[in-house]
């Protein structure tokens, strides 16, 4: 599978997040607060809520209802209620495109410790 075109890099601003779907799998498209662009899977793994409409904060999301964060670049939660990653996908830039691939996990898998 290659990336996908899912929005341009002008729609995003920093510590802000989109939902998107990519081949049937909904995706965040998070810029941090330095500006770097990062794809997370959207669904907290507490609960079944989108973790675009929540918060971003330097490297990480949190979840608008329950609490959990989850880093930007690994998916691994820092907190509970949720103790498992969420998938992370490769995000590039070309211009003002954001390009998604979401045909495999970039982080692997690690739980909270």
Known sequence: MTATRVCSLSELSPASAKK?????????????SAGA???LGDTCTHGEI???????ED???ECWAHGSKFALDTGK???FPAYEPV??????VDGDDVLVDV???IAGSASIS
């Open 77 to 79: 939660p820092r907190n």
């Open 50 to 56: 989108s973790l675009s409409e929540g918060f971003v």
């Open 37 to 39: 662009v990062h794809a």
């Open 87 to 92: 998938p992370v996908y490769a995000a590039t």
């Open 59 to 61: 490297d990480a999301i």
């Open 20 to 32: 998107v779907v990519v081949d049937g799998v909904p995706v965040a498209v998070v810029m941090d």
């Open 103 to 105: 045909s495999q996990n």
